[in-house]
Nanobody, 121 residues
Framework: QVQLVESGGGLVQPGGSLRLACAASGTIFKLNTMAWYRQAPGKQRDLVARIISDSSTNYADSVKGRFTIARDNARNTVFLEMNSLEPEDTAVYYC???????????????WGQGTQVTVSS
């Protein structure tokens, strides 16, 4: 079984910074795309940032220049460094991963349990 465990959420003032981490554990043969999504109350879950296995990245327009996604393949971990946080960044942040658990089997998608980020004075 594969599990994604997130950490690093919390309450921060506008203009502040937070760093989220998501560690994948369990039966993992190949870890492909990893990403962060977020969902604010009453809204749909949207992509924040994505990093694929060659470390190329994509960002939502609303976070470009403020957020940075990175991965540590040795630890099966993805990070999201969030700077210049705004109240509009308040949401539950979810980790996402595409994982091939064993050779010759299909890739599955997995989600973390979510971590709350609140930006407020």
């Amino acid at each position: 079984q594969v599990q994604l465990v997130e950490s690093g959420g919390g309450l921060v003032q506008p203009g502040g910074s937070l760093r989220l981490a998501c560690a994948a554990s369990g039966t993992i043969f190949k870890l492909n795309t990893m990403a962060w999504y977020r969902q604010a109350p009453g809204k749909q879950r949207d992509l924040v940032a994505r990093i694929i296995s060659d470390s190329s990245t994509n960002y939502a327009d609303s976070v470009k220049g403020r957020f940075t996604i990175a991965r540590d393949n040795a630890r099966n971990t993805v990070f999201l460094e969030m700077n210049s946080l705004e109240p509009e960044d308040t949401a539950v942040y979810y980790c996402y991963a595409e994982i091939q658990p064993r050779p010759y089997v299909k890739v599955n998608t997995y989600w973390g349990q979510g971590t709350q980020v609140t930006v407020s004075s």
